[in-house]
T-cell receptor, first 110, second 115 residues
């Protein structure tokens, strides 16, 4: 990937467990965003964290950003079957466009 | 969900045909984007626009072209489709304003298959 790479590529957990996905990127950024993509659908924006922020919460989502390590993590707590999707990080190294990673495919087993 | 619409959702067509993929948004966004995504892979930006009469090529070279005659409409055209164009095409838009890299709102995509 030109900019972001997610890890792991695939993750399977039981309903109720927490899911953690990681994103590493290569250059300095203005912000980093996480998106969800359900099978056969477009992407849905989840959360944006700016380069001067270290942690951000939104409902059951918690995102951290470590600019010194050029990495971010997305934590989904108390997962549900409906959380089954692919999750992408997107970085904004410049003023214009986003670069998307390869995604983590999350499966939550009921 | 965002008000951005893509048609058709699925298209299977023969080689050599001219194709236009439609994308419309009702949010008044100036910025619009086209991405190409193969199954299980990352998104690649192929075109974007900052507003009416503005079109730019993205990071992935594409034989497609785009136009932006109206704010709400950003169609993508392939003059002569080839099997290598088989992919999913996603359209997106983002809000105006001074803030950099605003969140993008996506349509559900067009899955294109060229025989």
């Amino acid at each position: 990937s030109q900019q972001g790479e997610e890890d792991p590529q695939a993750l399977s957990i039981q309903e109720g467990e927490n899911a953690t996905m990681n994103c590493s990127y290569k250059t300095s950024i203005n912000n980093l965003q996480w998106y969800r993509q359900n099978s056969g659908r477009g992407l849905v924006h989840l959360i944006l964290i700016r380069s001067n922020e270290r942690e951000k919460h939104s409902g059951r989502l918690r995102v951290t950003l470590d600019t010194s390590k050029k990495s971010s993590s997305l934590l989904i707590t108390a997962s549900r079957a409906a959380d089954t999707a692919s999750y992408f990080c997107a970085t904004a190294p410049g003023a214009n466009n986003l670069f998307f990673g390869t995604g983590t495919r999350l499966t939550v087993i009921p | 969900e965002a008000d951005i619409y893509q048609t058709p959702r699925y298209l299977v067509i023969g080689t050599g045909k001219k194709i236009t993929l439609e994308c419309s948004q009702t949010m008044g966004h100036d910025k619009m984007y086209w991405y190409q995504q193969d199954p299980g892979m990352e998104l690649h930006l192929i075109h974007y626009s900052y507003g009416v009469n503005s079109t730019e090529k993205g990071d992935l070279s594409s034989e497609s072209t785009v136009s932006r005659i109206r704010t709400e409409h950003f169609p993508l055209t392939l003059e002569s489709a080839r099997p290598s164009h088989t992919s999913q095409y996603l359209c997106a838009s983002s809000e105006n304003g001074q803030a950099l890299n605003q969140p993008q709102h996506f349509g559900d995509g067009t899955r294109l298959s060229i025989l």
